[in-house]
């Protein structure tokens, strides 16, 4: 079979020679993969030209919608990539990460898009700034898709994650994307871009893919474009030194492999549950995906008076480790990615033993039902090193497999100048049911790591585990792991925006974020806001109340009823020394009476009450204080049907302004209100 390349929204098979693809299990060839005759400056013209408009019109609620149709439509199909997945070496366990991993990511940022994002197609992030003493000059920031492609170089572990969690990310933001990964396993994510081209679901020129060779792509780079990159830091560094990347400034992600830790707390002897936690979290991370993760544990850091202990149990556990073909009942881990990975991984391993003992690893093992000179298959393979602070080797060479040492330490200071030494990491982990163990080494050691788990008895059955990185939070690390970010919630989707800084009148940037700005021209109507329709609303207008005197008795009424019998409302003796000249009322009464103001008490388009974003009392309202609201339509963000039984309907952002008689703002907050539209 010869894979084909998408390219300029046609699937081409790749000119000249063919790179032989090859089932890590039997070893017999299952593609060809080409990418020469390619022209890459044409794909990318093409995904700026016709994947980036296209994008860029739709809105983050449009693109979220998008991203939750391509889940359901993989969901409903992913038994197909299974098979697939076996060839790679993957075990079913294996698969499952890789696969629904991927597809989990796009329902994640889905989820993201439509609960975070406004439904414009931009971002406004933070506050206005005031710039002016008369406030007719504000700052502001918005962040817009950039108009280039986000070019993606993945590595070879994980073929379908690593393609739906970049992806996700940049269609989310608006931004096309270019795929390339790795070849010795790009059969597998070629099988899923098919199925993803085939649903239509993406805008044309969402997506191109190269199976084959992608060397010289970044020549053809220009500033609006977002590289990412996932592999070996060696390889990495090459592609940010070329020149178009460095001429046109181009954004540049790197995760890259680390000597990532695990760390066993001093309370953590044999006999507790966090010493056996420990051993299955190691042996996990060791024998998942082969131990061919960029997040696998390469240093077990334990007190060195566990060495012994904890060796001899990461044995027996991994000794019970059946190798070979997934398929078969019982196998739990299965091969390399192909016979070169293997060679590698051996020839790390014999670098380690320059200085580390070998505790247990070697030629001698069995595979199942499998042939062990057909298949990528290694066993797991163990060092120890009694000193890590006197050697070098453990913390600079990772053998990219089943491969782990075990390294001692005296104290929390010592543990924490091994973990260093690794100089930056994806991610470190702690099995402690010590928190002031916990604290003293997490931080101590987080500036050398993207993310860091403190694990223990508490939380281990819910937790996601050391290796797993998760869609809300920072995959990446400095250092020796690329120094960069991925995912992260929104932080991602910003990583694929440009951030511009604009000024100008309120007005002006009310009407360009869609956001009221203090400041702005605000336009009331002679019919209340509340009985309008979502769609009938505009940013910017302003209902102005009637006013009330706030009594004596409104204080103590307020009190019997809500409980809240704070000395600054009940006892003026008391006040002598404080913030309040006299008796105050309660700042939730000064809420609950701005809403008996503003509220239309009549069945109307406004559905529920949605919640309070915020609320700031900055001026005490003390009794005889006569106050009034200025109600204004801040933002508006439309929502989606839920079912056929759903009304439309949208979220309603209302500034709250309470003012007082001396015209004042004596509290300021912004409630939400769900608001039926008309049509």
């Not at 008369?134 to 994650?161: L, M, R």
């Not at 979502?534 to 009823?561: C, M, P, Q, S, W």
């Amino acid at each position: 079979m010869k894979l084909q390349n998408y390219a300029c929204g046609e699937w081409i098979e790749g000119n000249g020679s063919q790179v032989p693809l090859f089932n890590s299990i039997t070893g017999e060839q299952v593609a060809l993969a080409s990418s020469e005759g390619l022209n890459f400056s044409e794909m990318l013209a093409y995904g700026r030209s016709v994947g980036s408009p296209a994008l860029r019109k739709m809105t983050f609620h449009e693109r979220a919608r998008m991203l939750k149709a391509l889940a359901l439509y993989l969901t409903e199909i992913k038994n197909k990539f299974y098979q697939v997945s076996w060839a790679t070496g993957a075990t079913k366990i294996d698969s499952w990460i890789d696969i629904e991993g991927g597809i989990g990511n796009l329902f994640a940022y889905a989820s993201k898009g439509r609960r975070e994002l406004p439904d414009t197609p931009f971002y406004v992030d933070g506050k206005a700034e005031p710039l002016s003493k008369g406030g007719s000059f504000i700052g502001h920031h918005i962040c817009v898709p950039k108009e280039g492609v986000a070019v993606h170089i993945n590595a070879f572990n994980f073929p379908v994650w690593g393609m739906l969690e970049k992806v996700a990310v940049n269609l989310l933001a608006g931004v096309p994307a270019l795929v390339k990964p790795a070849t010795v396993t790009s059969f597998l994510t070629e099988a899923v871009f098919r199925e993803i081209i085939k649903s239509k679901i993406l805008p044309e020129g969402s997506l191109q893919l190269i199976c084959g060779s992608a060397r010289g792509i970044l020549d053809h780079v220009d500033f609006q474009d977002v590289v990412t990159f996932t592999g070996s830091f060696e390889t990495g560094l090459m592609l940010k030194k070329t020149n178009a990347v460095l001429e046109n400034s181009v954004p540049f992600n790197m995760e890259a492999d680390s000597l990532n830790c695990c760390v066993l707390g001093t309370d953590a002897g044999p006999g507790t549950e966090e010493f056996d936690l420990y051993i299955k979290d190691v042996v996990k991370e060791m024998t998942i995906k082969a131990g061919q993760k960029c997040t696998a544990v390469r240093r077990a850091i334990v007190p060195k008076k566990f060495m012994s202990d904890v060796i001899s149990a990461l044995k027996a556990r991994l000794a019970k480790v059946v190798i070979g073909d997934p398929q078969k009942e019982g196998v739990r881990m299965g091969a390399l990615a192909g016979m070169d990975q293997r060679r590698d991984v051996f020839e790390k391993v014999e670098l380690l033993k320059s200085s580390c003992t070998l505790e247990m690893g070697g030629e001698d093992f069995s595979v199942t039902g499998a042939d062990k000179k057909s298949g990528a298959f290694m066993m797991p393979t163990l060092f120890s090193c009694e000193d890590g602070l006197k050697t070098s080797v453990p913390h600079d060479v990772e053998a990219f497999g089943p491969v782990s040492t075990v390294i001692g330490y005296e104290n929390v200071d010592e543990a924490i100048e091994l973990v260093k030494k690794g100089r930056g990491s994806l991610v470190g982990s702690v099995m402690t049911n010590d928190d002031n163990f916990a604290t003293e080494l997490v931080l101590g050691v987080a500036s050398h790591h993207g993310r860091f788990v403190v694990h223990n008895r508490h939380c281990y059955k819910e937790s996601t585990g050391h290796g797993s990185p998760m869609p809300a939070l920072v995959h990446g690390g400095p250092g020796r792991a690329g120094g960069g970010e991925e995912m992260g919630g929104i932080r991602g989707v910003l990583h694929y925006m440009q951030r511009t800084a604009i000024q100008g009148h309120p007005n002006s940037m009310t009407k360009i974020t869609k956001v009221y700005q203090p400041g702005a021209n605000r336009p009331e109507n002679r019919i209340h806001p509340f009985r309008k329709y979502f769609d009938e609303l505009e940013i910017g207008e302003t209902l102005t109340t009637h006013k009330r005197t706030v009594t004596e008795a409104d204080i103590v009424n307020f009190a019997n009823i809500s409980g809240d019998n704070f000395y600054a409302h009940m006892d003026e003796t008391s006040l002598e020394g404080t913030l309040f000249e006299r008796r105050v009322a309660h700042g939730y009464f000064v809420m609950s009476a701005a809403a008996g103001l503003f509220v239309d008490p009549k069945k109307g388009p406004v559905l529920a009450n949605y919640g309070v974003d915020e609320f700031r009392f900055v001026k005490p309202v003390y009794v005889g204080a006569t106050i009034g609201v200025k109600l204004t339509v801040k933002e508006k963000i439309q929502q989606e049907k839920r079912g056929d039984d759903d009304v439309l309907k949208g979220i309603v952002k209302w500034q709250v302004d309470v003012i007082d008689q001396e015209n004042e703002t004596c509290a300021l907050g912004t409630i939400l209100t769900l608001v039926a539209n008309k049509v």
